[in-house]
């Protein structure tokens, strides 16, 4: 029996998640079919429904429509509601089940694949919009010893750190949010681009200087080198695009549905493959 999974977005045709959801279940064994689904933007929940009504088992959730995804949920899970976003669902009997596999991703991502630990470094997570918010929890549960958030909009970094400060279980870590021009003779171990502005090829005002020796530089945009990567090369970072973070979401998205983690080096390889073709 085939279980039928879906990607739901709007635009969606580019999205590589069946691809790389296929060759999960090809290396698992796992008999799948995962679709594109395209929902107007005002029709998300009945996108939502019509795969459960056509016995889908689950779907991820892609831009624009996690918030819709976190608010149509019955049950969120505890980093679906740290992330205040869903990234995956799961349909079972009892209704809709809201997961967030982002933030887990890029942790996996920058620990596992790229080898550097967040423990005891100094951190800088630019952006404060939907993306920051998904991969903030679980960097704060790695342990690093300081972690600025950064943001044109000021008062959204400020919120962000209010909303840990509330939160008693992040009291270990030492958080603060900084306008970009305040940067200026601070230097950071791991720079994580969490902002859209790559999309638009837009230039982040980051003074010189804030990447340490040996820093990563990770953009969580995936397929193009962004202006905040082409900075961080100049200045001598080890830099990193989002590719990795798109096959860990998906890797741990897969895990949740069907009870097995794939190995996702050789699909990142198939992909850096594809790229140089
Ligand atoms: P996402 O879900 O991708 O995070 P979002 O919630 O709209 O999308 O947030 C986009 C983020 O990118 C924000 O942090 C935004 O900064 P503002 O809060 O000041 O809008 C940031 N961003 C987008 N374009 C930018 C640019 N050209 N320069 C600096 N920051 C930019």
Do not use: C
């Not at 010893?145 to 950064?150: H, R, S, W």
């Not at 953009?219 to 082409?230: E, H, K, L, N, V």
Request: charged content about 15%; hydrophobic content about 50%.
């Amino acid at each position: 029996m085939t279980d039928f999974y879906a990607v739901i977005g709007n635009p969606i045709e580019h999205s590589k998640s069946p691809v790389i959801h296929h060759a999960f279940a090809q290396s698992t064994h796992q008999d799948i079919q995962y679709e594109r689904v395209l929902a107007p933007l005002d029709g998300f929940a009945e996108a939502v429904h019509g795969l459960i009504a056509h016995g889908f088992k689950g779907a991820n959730v892609t831009v624009p429509f996690k918030l819709e995804a976190f608010a149509m949920a019955n049950r969120l899970t505890s980093r679906a509601q740290d992330a205040g976003a869903v990234n995956t669902l799961i349909f079972d009997a009892e209704g809709i089940i809201g997961d967030n596999t982002d933030g887990v991703g890029l942790v996996r991502d920058i620990t596992h694949n790229i080898g550097v630990s967040f423990a005891g470094k100094r951190v800088l997570l630019i952006g404060a919009g939907g993306a920051s918010e998904g991969v903030l929890h679980p960097i704060l549960a790695e342990h690093p010893a300081l972690l600025i958030i950064t943001n044109r909009t000021m008062d959204k970094a400020l919120n962000m750190v209010k909303r840990i400060e509330a939160n008693d279980e992040m009291l270990f870590v030492s958080i603060q949010a900084y306008a970009f021009d305040d940067l200026h003779g601070q230097h950071f171990d791991i720079v994580i681009n969490a902002t859209s502005a790559g999309l638009s090829d837009s230039h982040l005002p980051l003074p010189a200087g804030i990447f340490a020796p040996n820093a990563l530089a990770y953009d969580m945009m995936y397929g193009r080198i962004t202006p905040f990567m082409g900075l961080a090369l100049q200045q001598g970072a080890v830099v990193f695009g989002g590719l990795g973070m798109l096959i860990e979401q998906a890797a741990e998205a897969f895990t949740v549905w069907r009870g097995i983690r794939p190995s996702t080096a050789p699909v990142i390889a198939m992909f850096i493959q594809q790229a140089k073709a």
